[in-house]
């Protein structure tokens, strides 16, 4: 079946301007999650929706940041008044939710987002 | 969160034996282990999860000794293609939420 899609792949910005990133997460999957990647780093953890909510936003970097999820289905990041430190790779995933037992997160390619 | 401490990187040769050692000194009771593999360009993927002892599945096994202080993935006769970063996770369900940390990772470089 389909995998994580993620759109755009590419993304270059003017900073001060504004962006988003769309997520399709495999179907049925109802936890989905936003990660940063930086050049040569780990990933940083952005936020988790359950659902349509968002039990945790904790990794929002700024208020700059937001997302939101709707229909269980696809989901926007947002990046208001992008800023050079902003560019990274943006990933996606989704899983199934298990009450007790951590699923395995199914990842998008990610969006490379630059901002000049 | 259970903090993980791997080797930034390591060398292997192809049809070698590679093991990676995670330390979670502090991993409570209801985390669980779980290894992702990312290779340049694309998201991490699930590699193996296991909470206890050894877990093997057809691409690695994840040894957990008693104290699951640490766990080791066995990655057996590497090749070229095996070249990537492995982020090492220990995390449990929380509140119905399963938020993972992934730190740096180890990067592996398989030469021939």
């Known amino acids: 079946g389909a995998g994580v899609s993620q759109s755009p792949s590419n993304k270059v910005t003017e900073k001060g301007k504004d962006v988003e990133l769309r997520c399709d997460p495999i179907?049925?999957?109802?936890?989905l999650y936003w990660y940063r990647q930086r050049l040569g780093q780990g990933l940083e953890f952005l936020i988790y929706?359950?659902?349509?909510?968002?039990?945790?936003k904790s990794g929002l970097p700024s208020d700059r940041f937001s997302a939101e999820r709707t229909g269980e289905s696809v989901s926007t990041l947002t990046i208001q008044r992008t800023q050079q430190e902003d560019s990274a790779v943006y990933l996606c995933a989704s899983s199934i939710q298990g009450a007790g037992y951590p699923y395995e997160q199914y990842f998008g390619p990610g969006t490379r987002l630059t901002v000049t | 969160l259970a903090k993980t401490t791997q080797p930034i990187s390591m060398d292997s040769y192809e049809g070698q034996e590679v093991n990676i050692t995670c330390s979670h000194n502090?991993?409570?009771?209801?985390?669980?282990i779980t290894w992702y593999q990312q290779f340049p360009s694309q998201g991490p993927r699930f590699i193996i999860q296991?909470?206890?002892t050894k877990v093997t599945n057809e691409v690695a096994s994840l040894f957990i000794p008693a104290d699951r202080k640490s766990s080791t993935l066995s990655l057996p006769r590497v090749s070229l293609s095996d070249t990537a970063v492995y982020y090492c996770?220990?995390?449990?369900?929380?509140?119905?939420?399963?938020?993972?940390?992934f730190g740096r990772g180890t990067s592996l470089i398989v030469h021939p």
């Open positions: 502090n991993i409570a009771t209801n985390d669980y």
């Open positions: 996770l220990v995390a449990s369900v929380s509140g119905g939420s399963y938020i993972p940390t």
């Open positions: 296991g909470y206890k």
């Open positions: 179907s049925g999957h109802t936890a």
């Open positions: 929706f359950q659902g349509n909510s968002a039990p945790d």
